[in-house]
């Protein structure tokens, strides 16, 4: 709506200056004077809807010229011997061809800019849902199946788990539909999250989250943040070995940083439980919603004993 705003003023200024430059030129007398007018309508239009697209939007700028050199000579001639208009009207109709050429070539720019950026807002909303689709099965199995084991000896403790899991569900589902979310919801989330993930975890097994520093009024894109937790409990325990899982949280409206640092140990590849939220999807998942507003450092310790990955996002104004 607001492009085909801009395109109606844009041909109206052009119309207002185009009229009254052949009058104020050539001197013509009422309705003599409308015919260099309408000539140039004509050449405006033969370009913006035709030539610039069939020609100059195929690659083939040269003959655009070449065609406008013939219409512009022709109709000059044949406006000179007509009217006698002075052969410097060809200098009115080559600026009516640059225009009409300019305008198109700017109407198909932003129609290619919106098209880009309603595509990359389609890829956002197809990234989330892949995240969602990709995060439930499993989780939501594993979930339910330490519910049932609760229900056995700690029915309270079940219920409390099972309306954790709906907050998260409700989150992951409805709240997070905005572009961006509260980080108080993405807070409460990751709360959840890991709550239920340590309902199955060994004893020794240490897990820690700080948001003491984190803003709950900052926004942040949705689920930009579970991934990198879900990598940490993927890779981070071991059922044999010493392991835990500290995470941090700081944000107010100039930056927000979120560490993650676990014990490294890797699943092998082809593993039948690998499946975890890549990385690779959390980049593209970044560039979608923070194009040259992040820095992010992940991999393992020189030792390769300790993962850490840290993010620093400037939030969008």
Not at 154 to 164: F, L, N, P
Not at 311 to 317: C, H, N, V
């Amino acid at each position: 709506m607001k492009s085909r705003y801009y395109t109606v003023l844009s041909h109206m200024a052009t119309w207002g200056v185009l009229i009254l430059l052949p009058m104020a030129l050539e001197r013509l007398s009422y309705p003599l004077s409308l015919v260099p007018t309408l000539t140039m309508i004509a050449i405006f239009y033969i370009n913006y809807l035709w030539l610039t697209p069939h020609y100059y939007m195929r690659g083939h700028k040269m003959l655009l010229w070449v065609a406008n050199a013939i219409l512009v000579t022709g109709l000059t001639a044949l406006i000179h011997y007509w009217l006698g208009v002075g052969l410097g009207y060809v200098f009115n109709l080559a600026v009516t061809v640059i225009i009409a050429v300019s305008m198109k070539l700017g109407s198909l720019w932003q129609a290619s800019e919106e098209a880009r950026l309603e595509a990359n807002a389609a890829r956002a909303n197809a990234e989330l849902r892949t995240l969602r689709y990709e995060m439930n099965p499993h989780f939501l199995l594993n979930t339910l199946n330490n519910i049932y084991a609760l229900t056995a000896f700690d029915s309270r403790r079940a219920q409390e788990t099972i309306q954790q899991l709906s907050a998260m569900l409700r989150h992951m589902l409805y709240d997070n539909l905005e572009g961006e979310v509260n980080m108080e919801d993405e807070v409460n989330f990751l709360e959840s999250y890991i709550n239920l993930m340590k309902i199955r975890l060994p004893e020794p097994v240490k897990v820690r989250f700080d948001a003491a520093e984190a803003r709950r009024d900052v926004k942040i894109a949705p689920m930009i943040l579970i991934p990198l937790v879900g990598n940490a409990f993927k890779h981070g325990i071991s059922p044999t070995k010493e392991s835990f899982i500290n995470i941090s949280l700081k944000a107010d409206n100039e930056q927000i940083e979120f560490s993650v640092e676990n014990s490294n140990h890797p699943k092998k590849a082809g593993n039948e439980n690998d499946h975890g939220i890549g990385l690779p999807q959390v980049q593209k998942r970044l560039n979608l919603f923070y194009p040259n507003h992040y820095q992010w450092n992940y991999g393992p310790s020189a030792d390769q004993t300790v993962y850490r990955s840290h993010l620093s996002i400037k939030p969008t104004k």
